[in-house]
């Protein structure tokens, strides 16, 4: 018997270069590359625009305007749905810009090396230099506040305060960072293969959640804030958000297991529908309510999932591969 599939309702796009992230401006998707270029489509056309001549897109952060991406050029753009290029900022010497985040009033902050610019939305602008290489940036959900991952823990700072910034500790290297939608837990993923977590209130406590044979290159929240999936793995790993205690002396759910590595996950923005993406090329979603499956895409040698998004309704699915393939998944009424 044929597995239920939605192949038939993926529009596929040549990105032309490995596709570093995908992002939704409304009703356009904007296709990051590591050529440097970002690849805007839209029901009309497709159009490439040169974000970075000769440099390489190494992050990027959008806030459903703008795609702001930043380069080994040491410049930081911002590239709207209509495929307008403007650069927002660049720093001294060229040196890469290792992280980005983007506030929801539109305030941005970027790091390169130890040094943190976070400017808000009236153009303020503060510097943080982090104890070590900043690694990570997010701003949280709800207050002008940014969490800045870097070695042996991650700092928690007010950049239009004059309190000083906050320090998380744990030992090891602390790559990416993420704020629950409530703002009570801080994540990072970290090089040891292994998540980090603190219960911001009400004690402060620690979280590890670990056993994964991989990095964790990509994480993403539910839509009610209470699952927090992960890559990594043979299967999506998802865990438990939903008490005061988040996942502490709790399981993780698998879902999608598979005989190949996850490369991407991205809840949808409504329902409890995880996608995954994998580094065969393959990709799956899959419900909670029941764990049904549904393929959206089949394995293809050389094509892992480097990049899955869901616009706001959640009617379409974005993805790009690292062979420069891409689609759209449009799902039916």
């Given amino acids: 018997m044929r597995a239920p599939s939605l192949l038939d309702h993926v529009m596929p796009v040549v990105a032309g270069a490995h596709v570093t ?29 040169e974000a970075h001549p000769d440099a390489g897109i190494l992050v990027g952060a959008s806030d459903g305007r703008r795609l702001v ?16 290029v403007i650069e927002v ?33 009236k153009g303020r602008e503060k510097t943080f230099a982090a104890p070590s290489t900043a690694r990570g ?8 506040r940014l969490a800045v991952a870097h070695y042996n823990g991650a700092t928690l700072w007010y950049p239009n ?33 292994s998540l980090h977590g603190w219960r911001l209130q009400p004690d402060r406590g620690h979280m590890r959640m670990s056993g994964y044979p991989a990095k964790v290159r990509s994480v993403s929240w539910s839509g009610d804030g209470d699952w927090l999936a992960t890559s990594g793995a043979e299967a999506a790993i998802v865990w438990p ?24 996950v991205s809840f949808h923005p409504k329902a409890l529908v995880l996608a995954i993406g994998y580094e065969d090329g393959c990709i799956l979603l899959v419900r909670f309510a029941d764990a049904s499956e549904l393929l959206v895409r089949r394995a293809v040698k050389d094509s892992a999932i480097s990049a899955l998004a869901w616009d706001g309704r959640g009617n379409r699915l974005a993805f790009g591969c690292a062979d420069g393939q891409a689609g759209i998944l449009n799902l039916p009424a």
């Avoid at 296709?31 to 490439?48: I, N, P, Y």
């Avoid at 991406?69 to 209509?82: E, F, L, P, Q, W």
């Fill in 161 to 193: 305060l004059e309190t000083a910034p906050d320090f998380v500790e744990w030992k090891g290297s602390h790559i990416d960072v993420t704020w629950s939608p409530d703002g009570r837990f801080v994540v990072t993923t970290m090089q040891e293969n």
């Fill in 69 to 84: 991406t930043g380069g080994d050029d040491g410049r930081v753009v911002a590239i709207s749905g209509r495929g307008e």
């Fill in 21 to 49: 992230q995908a992002v939704w401006l409304q009703d356009t998707v904007a296709f990051a590359l590591g050529d440097g270029a970002v690849l805007v489509v839209s029901d009309e056309e497709a159009k490439r625009v």
């Fill in 137 to 144: 940036l997010a701003f949280a959900p709800k207050g002008y």
């Fill in 89 to 121: 900022a660049s720093v001294k010497n060229g040196a890469w810009i290792d992280a980005l985040a983007l506030h929801a009033d539109g305030g941005i902050a970027y790091a390169a090396g130890r040094n943190v610019v976070a400017r808000d939305a």
């Fill in 241 to 264: 958000f939903d008490s005061k205690e988040g996942p502490t002396g709790k399981a993780p759910r698998e879902c999608g297991v598979r005989p190949a590595r996850v490369s991407r």
